[in-house]
């Protein structure tokens, strides 16, 4: 049922209804390693689709290219305030820990009915590489990745351009993120060149990205008293996926305390959940550019949520937003939202003020997505042991770290090899045409 339809497509994932845990599963959960973990959460999602055998042989692939054992890990930082690393993955993001998961079931998937597919993304940096990093050397998948030209940083370039996989596709565009975003979306509004080719996309609105996501909420909080005591995370946030996850976790039995949504100066959500009303600006580059967002495509899941799962007053709220620029909550909407979630924002300054006082007083280097996250933790005052999320590794973003403490974070090994390696990629004009022909000579040869 969940792969019903023509393609793989993350929309055909949303479950009708939300699986629960009860207390006693959730109970259950503790000591489980992470990929335990992940098969209980998920099992019910996949029901009907990938048997128990099928979905551990899926989770045992998916996180052995991870450096730590324990896949994702819990550092304190005093007064129950706690980092979790979620950047172990093969890019040193944490878009590898759902990535690297649906890669493999979309590969099965497709296997199951003798089909192949092409993926195709615009990126502005780090789902890109964890994209190809995941599907590379996959069977039956080609993937393209659009990136602007010059404007995405040298390892994450380097990521994308270095695997030597003959099915990935790294492609320059000559133009900004806007273009190469522009071309994927007239590409999939294509229909029979979208049908033709199986043409799949792997955005955050993914629905078993989040639903993956959902899955270190439930490790970290077992680890840290739940479900005796709650707990709260803290999330660094752009599109609002990773803050989603965090919130299915509570409707599938996690007791979450609170989701408290970090965001960089590009403040637009935390504007909207702090005082019920947002008006989109320009996108303003900040150090931590995968969180330089102004329309937070996720958001309005959380938006049908708090309107008690009324589509059609959703969709109007964002037809009207999309008119006016401006977002605005209705009262059920704003309390809602209120009791589940809180929002804080970090300018540059503060940013790296917050890079600084992790290393001062912990020893610690961040990356500056995960020291917006630090920041805003600062501002919440919750009796519940609290979560950062560190959602990327100090060397994705060598020279922010230099300028906050004036070192460099060491290099691990596996990002020295993407530096080494030859770069392969095509350099085109912003031209949806261009882009079809490069894609239909690779899927027909
Ligand atoms: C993608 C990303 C984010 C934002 O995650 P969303 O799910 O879009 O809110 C934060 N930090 C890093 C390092 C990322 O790559």
Redo the contacts with the bound molecule.
């Keep these: 049922m969940l792969l019903g339809g023509t393609a793989p497509d993350g929309g055909l994932w949303m479950p009708a209804t939300w699986p629960e845990l009860s207390a006693g599963e959730v109970r259950a959960l503790a000591g489980l390693s992470y990929e335990e973990t992940a098969q209980s959460v998920l099992r019910p999602f996949v029901e009907g689709v990938f048997n128990e055998d099928a979905l551990r042989e899926i989770l045992a692939d998916a996180y052995t290219g991870f450096s730590i054992p324990e896949r994702v890990a819990l550092r304190s930082l005093g007064r129950d305030r706690w980092l979790l690393e979620l950047h172990h993955g093969p890019t040193l ?3 590898d820990l759902a990535m690297q998961v649906l890669a493999r079931m979309m590969e099965r998937a497709l296997a199951r009915r003798g089909r192949r597919a092409v993926i195709l993304g615009a990126t502005s ?3 890109g590489s964890a994209a190809i990093e995941a599907f590379r050397g996959l069977f039956g998948v080609e993937i393209f990745i659009l990136f602007p030209e010059g404007r995405v940083s040298e390892v994450q370039r380097r990521q994308m351009t270095t695997p030597t996989d003959a099915n990935v596709h790294a492609i320059a565009i000559r133009g900004d993120f806007d273009d190469a975003q522009r071309l994927v979306k007239a590409l999939f509004a294509d229909s029979e060149f979208r049908k033709r080719v199986e043409l799949v996309a792997v955005n ?1 609105i993914n629905w078993v990205r989040i639903a993956v996501q959902a899955v270190y909420y439930f490790y970290a909080a077992l680890r840290l008293g739940a479900p005796a005591r709650r707990v709260a995370f803290c999330v ?8 989603f996850a965090g919130y299915a976790a509570g409707r599938m039995g996690l007791p979450v305390e609170r989701l408290l949504v970090a965001t960089n100066s590009n403040d637009i959500l935390h504007r909207i959940i702090d005082s019920g009303r947002g008006e989109r600006c320009a996108v303003t580059p900040t150090s ?1 550019p ?2 330089d ?1 102004q329309v ?1 495509s ?1 958001f309005e899941r959380a938006l049908f949520e708090a309107a008690g799962g009324d589509g059609d007053a959703v969709r109007r709220q964002m037809e009207e937003s999309a008119a006016t620029g401006v977002l605005a909550l209705r009262a059920g909407q704003r309390s809602w939202l209120g009791e589940r979630f809180a929002s804080a924002r970090a300018d540059e300054a503060e940013t790296r003020a917050a890079m600084r006082r992790a290393r001062e007083e912990h020893g610690i280097l961040v ?1 500056p ?1 995960t020291a917006v996250g630090l920041h805003a933790a600062d501002s919440l005052e919750v009796e519940a042991p609290c979560a950062i999320l560190a ?2 590794h100090p060397a994705k973003f060598p020279s922010a770290v230099k300028e906050a403490c004036g070192v460099e974070p060491p290099r691990p090994a596996r990002l020295r090899a993407a530096l080494a390696g030859e770069e392969r990629v095509q350099v085109v004009d912003a031209d949806a045409t261009t882009i079809r022909q490069i894609i239909e000579r690779r899927v027909q040869s």
């Design positions: 993001a944490f878009k940096g780090d789902t955050s660094p946030s752009g599109n609002f996926g990773d803050a931590s995968s969180m967002i937070a996720n990356d997505h959602t990327a």
